[in-house]
């Protein structure tokens, strides 16, 4: 699995990952789901459809 890499705004390792289950209960499957730091509360753009943990990491580590 991919490494979250810090808060690109105030260099935090406190990083929260949110994911919203789709409505069946699919096991591994999400709806969509945000990176989050703990420290300044900024957030990570959320992922699309059916989007894996491993796209939310991703979707974190390319802010900028």
Do not use: H
């Not at 105030?10 to 289950?21: A, L, M, N």
């Not at 209960?25 to 999400?30: A, N, Y």
């Not at 730091?37 to 059916?50: F, L, M, S, V, Y």
């Amino acid at each position: 699995m991919e490494t979250l890499k810090p808060c690109p705004f105030c260099g935090s390792d406190d990083i929260r990952i949110s994911v919203q289950c789709r409505a069946d209960d699919i096991p591994g499957e999400i709806a969509y789901g945000w990176a989050a730091c703990e420290e300044c509360e900024a957030e990570g753009p959320p992922t699309d459809i059916n989007a894996s943990e491993g796209g939310v990491i991703r979707a974190w580590n390319r802010r900028s």
